[in-house]
């Protein structure tokens, strides 16, 4: 049962243009999300995160923006870099006690110049 | 600060045979995760270290797995014996406490096991 569902398996996007990587979950106790970026032979790095009483976080070229009542949360990057292709995973611990998150399968975004 | 520290790298081993992963956390970090990310999807927990104790095991298959964190820092997970299905990358993570704070990543072991 995947609780957080990343669809989209890739994105191609030209520089300079908005990508969008969308992410549903199905658990409405989810409290925050976080979004990892993760380039080839290394680790996922934290990219954003968004507490559930928000809707939208903005870092940099960065936005998550969270729609609770869609049960759906977005990552904008503006404008792309080819330096952003990646994938792209989004995350979410899976009850308030505890710690760990639970990894949708990500998408790969590529950009290209 | 020095990132988390995963060894070896790589490693190639036949069915039935044994491998150990090593982890060193995050300086001051009390909580070390280990994670399996198979290709194509996204990092499954496979268990939770809080300082030298286990918070969660329930995804580790124990007739197989095995972890332990002595002294609360360095952790070891061990799969004897290996089964072609384990073939993926060992991820191991560690956070300091605090509420939303992230877990950071080290660079993983990829393990094939032919």
């Known amino acids: 049962d995947q609780q957080v569902k990343q669809n989209s398996p890739s994105l191609s996007v030209q520089e300079g243009r908005i990508s969008i990587l969308n992410c549903d979950y199905t658990?409405?106790?989810?409290?925050?999300f976080l979004w990892y970026k993760k380039y080839p032979a290394e680790g996922p790095t934290f990219l954003i995160s968004?507490?559930?009483?928000?809707d939208k976080n903005e870092d940099g070229r960065f936005t998550v923006f969270l729609n609770k009542s869609a049960k759906h949360l977005s990552l904008h990057i503006v404008p792309s870099q080819p330096g952003d292709s990646a994938v792209y995973f989004c995350?979410?611990?899976?009850?308030?006690?505890?710690?760990?998150?639970?990894f949708g399968k990500g998408t790969t975004l590529s950009v290209s110049s | 600060e020095a990132g988390v520290a995963q060894s070896p790298r790589y490693k190639i081993i036949e069915k039935r045979q044994s491998v150990a992963f090593w982890c060193n956390p995050i300086?001051?970090?009390?909580?070390l995760y280990w994670y399996q990310q198979i290709l194509g999807q996204g990092p499954k927990l496979l268990i939770q270290?809080?300082?030298?104790?286990?918070?969660?095991d329930s995804q580790l298959p124990k007739d197989r797995f095995s972890a332990e964190r002595l002294k609360g820092v360095d952790s070891t997970l061990k799969i004897q014996p290996a089964k072609l299905e384990d073939s993926a990358v060992y991820l191991c993570?560690?956070?300091?406490?605090?509420?939303?704070?992230?877990?950071?990543f080290g660079n993983g072991t990829r393990l094939t096991v032919t």
């Open positions: 270290f809080q300082n030298n104790g286990v918070v969660d």
């Open positions: 658990n409405s106790m989810f409290d925050y």
């Open positions: 993570a560690s956070r300091r406490t605090g509420i939303f704070s992230p877990l950071h």
């Open positions: 968004i507490s559930s009483i928000k």
């Open positions: 995350a979410a611990p899976p009850n308030q006690a505890g710690t760990a998150l639970i």
């Open positions: 300086s001051g970090h009390a909580t």
